[in-house]
């Protein structure tokens, strides 16, 4: 299995990030709709538009919450599951780390920059939804 990490430095304090992470309504801004909730043990869906070759479902499961600095879930979509941590680091008092490992990604072509790719482009959007905020 492959896996990546990712850094992020955003300009917005831990607690407004923690509830980009965690709340459904500011979820569904960067993500997708979906029926998030920061309890371990919830399972949850985020839906996009469905295409030709995906139902638009990604289902998950929460691992981890420890607020505000670290959100755990499982992430996947048929038998492509990967587990997703958020860590968050306060570095001042309007700006925050934030670091991403992604685990469980499958060995087949493309499947890793796919993944990593696909985070770069959310945690853009996240950054313009805090900016807007």
Do not use: C
């Amino acid at each position: 299995m492959a896996e990546f990490s990712l850094d992020f430095q955003l300009k917005s304090s831990i607690d407004t990030v923690w509830s980009a992470l965690t709340d459904s309504t500011m979820l569904e801004k960067w993500i997708w709709k979906n029926d998030f909730k920061p309890s371990v043990g919830h399972t949850f869906q985020f839906q996009a538009e469905p295409n030709e070759w995906w139902d638009g479902i990604v289902t998950g499961k929460v691992l981890v919450v420890d607020a505000p600095n670290t959100l755990s879930y499982t992430w996947g979509t048929g038998s492509e599951v990967h587990t997703v941590t958020w860590s968050l680091t306060a570095t001042g008092v309007e700006t925050t780390h934030l670091h991403l490992d992604q685990t469980g990604i499958s060995e087949r072509p493309g499947a890793l920059e796919g993944a990593e790719s696909g985070q770069i482009a959310l945690v853009g959007k996240l950054e313009n939804v805090l900016a807007e905020m």
